[in-house]
């Protein structure tokens, strides 16, 4: 993948790089991405509030097929 998903993406660029990126959020526990916040939110802010594991979840959007 030419742009690399990292704690530091914002959710809305996140949604943009890997078509998978809303499903794998929400199975991580993020069910808001439709909220005016989640755009302005890194990928790292969202791990922390929502409790998950931020390693596994840039592992699982990076893995594109």
């Known amino acids: 993948m030419a742009n690399k998903i990292t704690e530091n993406t914002l959710i809305f660029e996140a949604l ?4 998978k990126a809303a499903e794998i959020l929400m199975a991580h526990g993020m069910h808001c991405l439709g909220c005016a916040l989640a755009h302005g939110e890194t990928v790292g802010e969202a791990a922390g509030v929502h409790g998950a594991d931020l390693e596994t979840m840039l ?3 990076n893995d594109i097929e």
């Open 59 to 61: 592992k699982e959007l």
């Open 16 to 19: 943009q790089l890997n078509p």
